[in-house]
């Protein structure tokens, strides 16, 4: 099983920026996809963003698409997702995921980091 660290939240203003990381430790297979969730209070985790490690495929909820930008480091076995005009609807704890199947439901999930807080005032 791979443990995953997330890093890099923050407050920013709307239409800022930031870089979260995910440190994935374990035993890593170019099948894995990573993924980013996100969860608001008072409401359900939802799909943010994944990658498939061996082929960097990506997908984007509509959300965020051409807002946010998934990639992988696998030389440092890291996820990254550069989120650029903010908005104060992205406000949520952030999660990194990892499991074998493309998908956006949380279930296909079977590791998840610990999550980290992101907050865009307006």
């Known amino acids: 099983q791979v443990q995953l660290v997330e890093s890099g939240g923050g407050v920013v203003q709307a239409g800022g920026s930031l870089r979260l990381s995910c440190a994935a430790s374990?035993?890593?297979?170019?099948?894995?996809?990573m993924g980013w969730f996100r969860q608001a209070p008072g409401k359900e985790r939802e799909f943010v963003a994944f990658i498939r490690w061996g082929t960097g495929y990506t997908d984007y909820a509509d959300s965020v698409k051409g807002r946010f930008t998934i990639s992988r480091d696998n030389a440092k076995s890291t996820v990254y997702m550069q989120m650029n005009s903010l908005k104060p609807e992205d406000t949520a704890v952030y999660y990194c995921a990892a499991g074998f199947t493309l998908g956006r439901a949380p279930g296909s999930y079977a590791s998840w980091g610990q999550g980290t807080q992101v907050t865009v005032s307006s």
């Open positions: 374990g035993r890593i297979v170019s099948t894995y996809v």
